[in-house]
RNA sequence: GGCCCUAUCGUCUAACGGUUAGGACGUCGGCUUUUCAAGCCGAUAAUCGGAGUUCGAUUCUCCGUAGGGCUACCA
């Protein structure tokens, strides 16, 4: 059997979105799987709505998501070949240039049509099996508004051919394109390739993917601080499972799961929640040092950021964040503590819900002092919980409000924020000094 | 309208014609923590409808229904 080649052919008429991208995905793990090869086609024919940024947008996606390509054709540059058949095809009267009323602007006075020889045409799709349409209802179809601009239809069947294409894997949208395009195969006397149309991703509306719908552009993810891989992985389980109950699986094991047979029939609506967690599982699975890296990348970097702090804070940006532009949020939001100063508000120092009684907090405070210079240096946040509960509990035990009555004023004197992590994690990255200096500075605004 | 495709929890999905219809995400509850997040435990929830075929249909067939796609001098 032929070695197998399979390509991803987007128009540049917008930015690549997850709809694109899954069906590139798919194409690639299809050819990897067998160890074929994987092209990349910008299909540029019309010109009128192709623009250059669209197709940096493209080269860009595909840069992030690292899915290279054996070769890249550009549809455009074919066109002297192009050219060549459609004269032989006129020549041999199987396409005819045809006179046309002049409905829209920009329509031609002349265009070539096709000479449909009508009657049944079928094709075996490799996900949905026989598939047969009576291609009568189409007529004499038009393949080129010019000698020089055939229209898609031509364009594709010349290219997938002169490519070596084996197999066209595509959206479900382009199945009832796939008997037209036969027929223009058969009058060329080419191969017809192995067809397989992967269902369609569906925004929740339940439409076909598209920017009108809330569709992000791939680029938008990688500026959200998307890791790649994880969209990789999300985006292969949507129409496709191995068949056992692994969901994170990394890019090799995804090349060697691939069966194109376990693809669904019924489409899928892309769900960004699912994207989230697969990111964040993926996320957690990088090193520390790897995930610095990443981090770094999405800080800005005129902003002046304590790299060893950063350190010290990568156990807890990988536990709250589900993307990198989240950790970097959180950077200047709940975890800014880390940072900076924190600014305290002197009502926000007694614990909610309890009466306030600034006082019975200045002596909580105080009361921990002793106990944090008994803490070696770089104790684990275990360690301070050791040494800190203790004197919570002995609190609770004069009932003056219950642990709360320490832990929420020392965990506020620390973060100056209502959302944070816990004392004793604080306590152990910050250090004992810094930690008593912040509790005596919020003793200091009490009394 | 015509042609084509599809149909399992809210979502992604598993289940050689025989399973208490399984997993994941979400949601809800509990534990833990007097914050938040995480973690652990638990719960909720589905075979679109109707006929067949069969001892037995989620699974096969047909008919409905619903959704989607195509129906361009777009791709």
């Not at 009508?118 to 009576?134: A, H, Y």
């Not at 005129?302 to 940006?317: N, Q």
Request: aromatic fraction near 8%; include cysteine.
């Amino acid at each position: 059997m032929n070695k197998v080649v399979t390509r991803f052919a987007p128009s540049p008429t917008g930015f690549l979105h997850a709809g694109n991208y899954r069906t590139a995905v798919f194409s690639y793990l299809f050819a990897k799987h067998t160890g074929g090869s994987f092209i990349l086609r910008i299909e540029d024919t019309d010109t009128a709505r192709s623009k250059k940024e669209y197709e940096d947008n493209i080269y860009e996606a595909l840069a992030w998501l690292d899915l290279r390509s054996e070769k890249t054709y550009r549809q455009s540059e074919h066109k002297a070949r192009h050219r060549e058949l459609l004269e032989k095809l006129v020549a041999e009267n199987l396409a005819y240039v045809s006179k046309e009323e002049v409905k829209n602007e920009g329509d031609r006075e002349e265009v070539i049509r096709f000479r449909n020889p009508g009657g049944l045409v079928s094709f075996t799709d490799l996900i949905r099996g026989e598939i047969t349409t009576d291609v009568t209802d189409l007529g004499d179809f038009v393949i080129a508004k010019s000698f020089d601009e055939p229209v898609f239809h031509f364009a594709v069947v010349v290219d997938d051919s002169d490519e070596g294409v084996t197999h066209v894997v595509r959206g479900e949208d382009h199945i009832s394109n796939t008997p037209r395009q036969i027929i223009i195969q058969r009058a060329l006397h080419l191969e017809t390739p192995q067809y397989a149309h992967l269902p369609l991703i569906l925004s929740p509306d339940r439409t076909k993917l598209s920017k009108r719908n809330g569709a992000r552009a791939i680029t938008d993810y990688r500026d959200l601080g998307f890791l790649p891989d994880a969209l990789f992985n999300y985006l292969s389980f949507l129409g496709w499972n191995p068949g056992d109950d692994r969901e994170y699986l990394t890019r090799d094991e995804l090349i060697e799961a691939f069966d194109i047979s376990r693809v669904q029939k019924g489409s899928a609506i892309f769900d960004e929640t699912k994207l989230l967690s697969v990111n964040q599982h993926w996320m957690r699975q990088l090193s520390d040092e790897d995930f610095l890296a990443k981090m770094m990348d999405f800080v800005n970097p005129s902003l002046s950021i304590d790299s060893e702090m950063l350190g010290k804070a990568v156990s807890l940006l990988k536990e709250r964040s589900k993307t990198f532009g989240e950790a970097r949020e959180m950077l200047s939001g709940e975890l800014s503590c880390l940072f900076e100063q924190p600014c305290l508000d002197k009502e926000r120092l007694t614990a909610k819900e309890l009466p306030s009684h600034p006082r019975m907090t200045v002596l909580a405070l105080e009361g921990l002092l002793e106990p944090l210079k008994s803490l070696p240096e770089g104790a684990s946040p275990e360690a301070v919980k050791l040494t800190i509960m203790p004197v919570a509990n002995a609190e609770e035990a004069k009932e003056k409000g219950g642990r709360g009555a320490v832990l929420w004023p020392l965990r506020y004197a620390l973060s100056g924020q209502e959302h944070s992590p816990d004392p004793f994690t604080l306590i152990s990255i910050l250090g004992k000094e810094e930690s008593a200096s912040r509790i005596r500075k919020a003793i200091a605004i009490l009394v």
